[in-house]
């Protein structure tokens, strides 16, 4: 079975300043990984997504995440926060059968 | 492109009451997902269809919750009869096939009063 963790359910940084989202995962196969954000009262967007081949991904909004195998992770970057990117933010992973497992989320608040 | 289209955005019912949710996905998308999102949680499946055949509703709790997805394309989520716990958001997503990335609708939020 596969599994997600996202350290840190909150997380505050100040406007300018790096934002580093964790996410680790569990799976017994190469699996397929996303980024999603998601603003109140709305659905989830894509941010990004890893499925095979450069391991440093590029998403919109200036976000980023690597795979990182040997540490079963996929951290979510961005140089410079902007105080549009204060959001939800949830890890994901796809097994072989298209099943996706969400982790719980992290609340990002960008402090002005 | 429309995206994943979900009806209606905001619902409330008293417990016991039936209530239904519906979703158009994308033209084209084979793979169709409702998801239970609890509050400060992440989306939880439902039930995973592919076309027009439930694929995972290993999720669904079957006594009270039933989903079904005629001609492979809109769906409909029933819950009968409602209970408080119920209240929550209810997504629904659709992707092009397996493994590929979902979109998600805007969710329909439920509360049972």
């Known amino acids: 079975a596969q599994s997600v963790t996202q350290l840190g359910s909150h997380v505050s940084v100040s406007e300018g300043a790096l934002v580093l989202l964790r996410c680790n995962y569990s799976?017994?196969?190469?699996?397929?990984l996303f980024w999603y954000v998601q603003y109140p009262n709305q659905g989830l967007q894509l941010l990004l997504k890893?499925?095979?081949?450069?391991?440093l991904v590029k998403g919109i909004n200036g976000f980023e995440a690597e795979f990182k195998k040997s540490e079963t992770s996929f951290h979510l970057t961005k140089p410079s926060a902007h105080m549009s990117d204060a959001a939800e933010y949830f890890c994901?992973?796809?097994?072989?059968?298209?099943?996706?497992?969400f982790g719980t989320g992290t609340s990002l608040t960008v402090i002005p | 492109e429309a995206g994943v289209v979900q009806s209606p955005r905001y619902k409330i019912i008293e417990k016991k009451q039936p209530v239904a949710f519906w979703c158009n996905p994308i033209?084209?998308?084979?793979?169709l997902y409702w998801y239970l999102q609890n509050l400060g949680q992440g989306p939880e499946l439902l039930i995973r269809?592919?076309?027009?055949?439930?694929?995972?509703d290993s999720q669904l709790p079957k006594d009270r919750f039933s989903a079904e997805r005629l001609k492979g394309v809109d769906s409909t989520l029933k819950i009968q009869p409602a209970e408080l716990g119920d209240s929550a958001v209810y997504l629904c997503?659709?992707?092009?096939?397996?493994?590929?990335?979902?979109?998600f609708g805007q969710g329909t939020r439920l509360t049972v009063v």
């Open positions: 799976s017994s196969v190469p699996p397929y």
């Open positions: 997503a659709s992707s092009l096939e397996a493994n590929t990335e979902a979109f």
């Open positions: 269809y592919e076309n027009e055949e439930a694929v995972d």
């Open positions: 890893y499925t095979t081949g450069a391991t």
């Open positions: 994901a992973v796809s097994d072989q059968k298209g099943q996706f497992y």
């Open positions: 033209s084209g998308h084979n793979t």
